[in-house]
């Protein structure tokens, strides 16, 4: 099997290309995924010989994250899904964030204006993901006994986290983590491909506004 996997959640653009189960090849630009992304993707499938048409999957990171970012990286993984007619995975960044942590753990990442994107993991669960003012997030974590890991993704709220032991940061989606998600998320066909949409779970800054 042959796997694209797209990754424009962040600060940095990922694309790579699995072939049964291993990594081939990789490309990780910092920025603008507008200006680079159809270039990264090509790039990859040169480098392992491949064609668009050699694919059997792709896969997509589909947010939370960069409202930007997650509008360009699901319209190119929807639209190369549905010429080519392969299935599409929609990961959440949250799934994969936490993918290779402790057996319970907090992912988080900033969501504007003092409130954070959240979930909770264990070894046979997952919550539903949610949105809530960092102060209230904190006071959830710091109420479980014993202590639970966290990961952030970037570094906004490490100042409230100085105390934790458990508390870590990354600015990206490991190629590690993105492949076991791409593996242990159903994929969609047909008309759910098409239905697909970012997952922001609130309003840009734009849609808020025009909202007032």
């Not at 970012?69 to 699901?74: E, Q, S």
């Not at 319209?75 to 990961?91: D, H, W």
């Not at 209230?136 to 934790?164: C, K, L, M, R, W």
């Amino acid at each position: 099997m042959q796997s694209l996997v797209l990754d424009t959640s962040g600060p940095f653009t990922t694309v790579l290309v699995i072939s049964d189960g291993k990594l081939s090849t990789l490309s990780t630009v910092q920025d603008r995924p507008a200006e680079h992304l159809h270039q990264q993707i090509a790039s990859c499938l040169d480098d392992v010989s491949l064609r668009p048409q050699d694919l059997s999957r792709i896969a997509v990171v589909i947010g939370p994250g960069s409202w930007t970012g997650l509008n360009i990286g699901v319209t190119t993984a929807k639209t190369l899904s549905q010429v080519l007619e392969i299935p599409l995975v929609p990961i959440r960044t949250l799934d994969a964030l936490t993918i290779h942590c402790a057996p319970r753990v907090w992912g988080i990442m900033h969501a504007g204006r003092h409130r954070c994107y959240y979930a909770v993991y264990t070894e046979s669960s997952k919550s539903e993901m949610d949105v809530l003012p960092i102060n209230a997030v904190i006071e959830q974590i710091d109420s479980e006994t014993p202590p639970v890991g966290i990961i952030e993704y970037g570094e906004t709220f490490s100042h409230h986290f100085t105390n934790h032991q458990h508390y870590q940061t990354t600015d990206r989606l490991s190629p590690e983590a993105l492949m076991t998600a791409a593996d242990e998320t159903p994929a969609l066909e047909g008309e759910s491909v098409k239905l697909l949409t970012p997952a922001y779970l609130q309003p840009s800054h734009v849609e808020r506004d025009a909202s007032l």
